[in-house]
């Protein structure tokens, strides 16, 4: 069965940083597209980052700069470095896998990790 497993959230001051985790299991991990999501309550899950198989990466403009997806084939691991923290990213953070429709950008997510929690303080 397909299953993704998010880690690595945490409560961090402005300016900090924290590592995400998603382990990914019951497909074939080096062939999908994977992206980051993260959802506020009461508002739409909106896509933060995106890498190919190929290490093509897109990010929403909010974290350009500030964020580097990467993964792991070997590991089937899919990471999210999130460095110099603002507390507008604070949000639940789910990883995805999905095919690449044109680009991993545009993917449909076909699994979602169960979610982990970045909170970021003033």
């Known amino acids: 069965e397909v299953q993704l497993v998010d880690a690595g959230g945490g409560s961090v001051q402005a300016g900090g940083s924290l590592k995400l985790s998603c382990a990914a299991s019951g497909f074939r991990f080096d062939s999908y597209c994977m992206a980051w999501f993260r959802q506020i309550p009461g508002k739409e899950r909106e896509k933060v980052a995106s890498l190919d198989s190929d290490g093509v990466r897109s990010y929403i403009d909010s974290v350009k700069g500030r964020f580097t997806i990467a993964r792991d084939n070997a590991k089937n691991t899919v990471y999210l470095e999130m460095n110099n923290l603002r507390p507008e990213d604070t949000a639940m953070y789910y990883c995805?896998?999905?095919?690449?429709?044109?680009?991993?950008?545009?993917?449909?997510?076909?699994?979602w990790g169960q979610g982990t929690q970045v909170t970021v303080s003033s």
């Open positions: 995805a896998a999905g095919r690449r429709i044109l680009s991993c950008w545009s993917l449909e997510p076909k699994a």
